[in-house]
C-alpha cells in the first residue's frame, strides 16, 4: 500500500493435492479486502465464473483462517507422520492418514514454511497440546464419562 502501486491479494483456499478440480463449487476463494477495487472485481467474476464459493477478508483474518484451516491439520499431519511405523496390515483409518500425511508432505516446502510461520499458528498448536493433554490424563485414568 505505501509503494503506491495497484494491488489485489487472494488465496484459493484449495490446492493441487486435495482439490477436486472438476468441482470447483466445493472449494473456497479468499479475497482481500484491502485492495485495488478493479483488481478485487476481476477475480470476483473470474471466481463466480469458476463457481467457487468466494469470501472476502481482511489480511488479519485471512492470516487467522488460514492458521485454523491449514496449521491445525498439518500440524497433525506431521504429527502423525513423525510416530506412524510401517504396518504389514493397516485398517482402513491408517490408510487414508497415510494417503494425507503423503499429501501434505509432498506439498512445497515454502509453503508448509508460510503455513507453519503464520503469526497464528503457535496459539493453534498451543490448542492442540492443550487438547492431547487433557486425552493423555482421560486415556491414563481410563475416565469413560470425560
Do not use: C, W
Not at 469470501?55 to 488479519?60: A, G, I, L, R
Amino acid at each position: 500500500e505505501k509503494s503506491g502501486f495497484r494491488f489485489v491479494s487472494t488465496h484459493p483456499m484449495f490446492g493441487p493435492t486435495f482439490a477436486n478440480l472438476n468441482q470447483l463449487s466445493e472449494e473456497n476463494a479468499v479475497i482481500i479486502k484491502e485492495g485495488d477495487y478493479m483488481g478485487k472485481i476481476f477475480f470476483k467474476d473470474l471466481y463466480q465464473k469458476l463457481g467457487l464459493s468466494l469470501h472476502e477478508y481482511t489480511f488479519d483474518e485471512h492470516d487467522q483462517t488460514v492458521a485454523y484451516s491449514l496449521s491445525i491439520p498439518f500440524v497433525s499431519t506431521f504429527s502423525f507422520a513423525a510416530v506412524m511405523k510401517h504396518q504389514d496390515a493397516p485398517g482402513t483409518t491408517f490408510k487414508r492418514h497415510m494417503q494425507i500425511a503423503k499429501g501434505v508432505l509432498n506439498e512445497d516446502d515454502y509453503l508448509l514454511q508460510e503455513i507453519l510461520f503464520n503469526p497464528y499458528t503457535s496459539g493453534q498448536v498451543a490448542q492442540i497440546r492443550e487438547e492431547l493433554a487433557e486425552l493423555i490424563d482421560i486415556i491414563d485414568h481410563k475416565d469413560a464419562k470425560r
